[in-house]
Structures are given as structure tokens and as C-alpha cells.
């Protein structure tokens, strides 16, 4: 199936301080990425849609100038959690569809710990 | 966008046949039906995807009913290696109008 890669796998960072996810295709194009959080035993919560070269729509309550998202190429969108706080602290997973394809396939997920 | 509702959990043993159903009441005309599985500290893998009737690939059958209100999910002789979640979801999947939200998903145990 097609793959999607997320980088870093496990990143810790201080706080205050802003951290850089990256999502990419590695075998197809997407214009759409999506970006979503899990807490530990919990569903995932969709954060936000990814749009390539067009600004990113967020889900309700999700702080925008917290959690910027940029896609500027078919096969990557990033994902920067800026003056992170503990409670940032969360499971980030990352989907994307291909253009041609009726199927979202999930990234490896990343870890983000802010102490 | 369709709300999902699956059992929270279920156990099975080695062997066994296990089926997950989900309500999908509201799925609009265009939307289809895709199962995931999740282990943990993973990101949700695809298992199987479909529309209506029935759907079989190497690891899972899909049956969806005519009024598409439901489908349930078949995993044939598990093994302890299908312990995870299993999330149905349904959506639109092409093109920027798709956005898939997960419901609780099923927690499954197998056990010997």
C-alpha cells in the first residue's frame, strides 16, 4: 500500500520552545493532508486539514497560531507546534490521500514530549 | 459528517472468527466505508475499504447490508497478533472534501 512517513518519530523539547513535524508521500501526490492528535487510550481528534499551496482549515478549537501547517509541495505538509507547552504533550499522526484514489492512508505517528 | 458507533471492546480467542460491527446511520450517498487498525503507538493501518455488498481481501471481509446504516468487519482465525483497535470510519475519500473523524473505535483482545 502507499506510504506515508512522518519525521521525527519521537522528538522532546522544552518548554516555550516550537517544534517541527514533517509529513510526507513517499510514493504519491496529495493535496490534502490531514494532522491529528491522540492522547494515550483515547480515539484520534482531528486537528486539521492540510490544503497544498493554500492556507490550512482548522477544526474548532484548535488554536491555528498554536499549530501552524504548511504544505507546500505535493508530498509534504508540516506540522510546528510554536511556544510549546506540556500539555502539548500528545501522540501526532499525520493522513493523506492520493489525488488519484478513493483511500487515506496514516503516517507512523510522532511522539511529542515537552518538559 | 457520519458519526460512527462501534462496541468499545470485545476478547476472542486464537482461532476464532471475529466480526465488529458499526452504525453509520446517517452516511451520506457518496460516502464510503474504511476500516483501520491501530496498534498502540502506531498509526492507524488500513485493512479494508468499501461501498456496498461485500468486499474480501487477504486479511478481512467487509459486509455491508443495502441501506449502507451499518457494515460489519470479519477477521477470519485470529491470532493474538490482531490485539489492537479497529476504527470504522466514513467519509468521502477523494479530493479536498474528504475529512475522516474517528469514533471510539473497537478494542479487541485475543487471547489463547
Known amino acids: 500500500g502507499a506510504v506515508v512517513s512522518q519525521h521525527p518519530s519521537r522528538v522532546i523539547c522544552k518548554s516555550g520552545t516550537s517544534v517541527k513535524i514533517e509529513c510526507r508521500s513517499l510514493?504519491?501526490?496529495?493535496?490534502?493532508m490531514f494532522w491529528y492528535r491522540q492522547f494515550p487510550k483515547q480515539s484520534l481528534m482531528l486537528m486539521a486539514t492540510?490544503?497544498?499551496?493554500?492556507?490550512?482549515?482548522?477544526e474548532q478549537g484548535v488554536e491555528k497560531d498554536k499549530f501552524l501547517i504548511n504544505h507546500a509541495s505535493l508530498t509534504l505538509s508540516t506540522l510546528t507546534v510554536t511556544s510549546a507547552h506540556p500539555e502539548d504533550s500528545s501522540f501526532y499522526i499525520c493522513?493523506?490521500?492520493?489525488?488519484?484514489?478513493?483511500?487515506?492512508?496514516f503516517g507512523e505517528g510522532s511522539w511529542l514530549t515537552v518538559v | 459528517l457520519a458519526k460512527t458507533t462501534q462496541p468499545i471492546s470485545m476478547d476472542s480467542y486464537e482461532g476464532q472468527e471475529v466480526n465488529i460491527t458499526c452504525s453509520h446511520n446517517?452516511?451520506?450517498?457518496?460516502?464510503?466505508i474504511t476500516w483501520y487498525q491501530q496498534f498502540p503507538s502506531q498509526g492507524p493501518r488500513f485493512i479494508i475499504q468499501?461501498?456496498?455488498t461485500k468486499v474480501t481481501n487477504e486479511v478481512a471481509s467487509l459486509f455491508i447490508p443495502a441501506d449502507r446504516k451499518s457494515s460489519t468487519l470479519s477477521l477470519p482465525r485470529v491470532s493474538l497478533s490482531d490485539t489492537a483497535v479497529y476504527y470504522c470510519?466514513?467519509?468521502?475519500?477523494?479530493?479536498?472534501?474528504?475529512?475522516?473523524?474517528f469514533g471510539t473505535g473497537t478494542r479487541l483482545q485475543v487471547m489463547l
Open positions: 493522513s493523506a490521500n492520493p489525488i488519484s484514489g478513493n483511500t487515506i492512508y
Open positions: 510514493d504519491f501526490q496529495a493535496t490534502t
Open positions: 492540510s490544503n497544498e499551496g493554500s492556507k490550512a482549515t482548522y
Open positions: 446517517n452516511i451520506a450517498t457518496n460516502d464510503y
Open positions: 468499501g461501498y456496498k
Open positions: 470510519l466514513v467519509g468521502l475519500d477523494t479530493g479536498t472534501a474528504s475529512k475522516l473523524t
